[in-house]
């Protein structure tokens, strides 16, 4: 893990391979929390480079706010040209369809738990 960066809605595990980032909030409706969030997504990218296997758990969160799915944009896209593999897993029914409503189930892999997500790396 990165030293002198300071995680606060993230917590960070390695699982073999795979750089395990999870939520450590229910609820993600607030800017200013989104916006530190924005920041955390590219230092896990770096620490995920390395690896290239990022697995972003939600097991923690029940609420999310459609500004957060920009962010997840961003972090898909960054990943996808630093060639790292993202994957998405533990979401609760409310954020979920978001995710649906917008389609993005279709951009993100998705899966059911974290156990079932490091298995497909």
Known sequence: MAKGFKYTFLELSDAGEVLVANFNQASILDQAVIDQIGREFEQVELEAAGNRKLLLSFQSVEYMSSAMLGKLIQLHKRCKADKIKLKL?????????????????????????TASALKTF
Not at 98 to 112: A, P, W
């Open 89 to 113: 897993c533990s979401i609760a029914k409310n954020p979920l369809d978001v995710f649906k409503i917008t389609k993005l189930d279709r951009l993100f892999e998705i899966h059911k738990d």
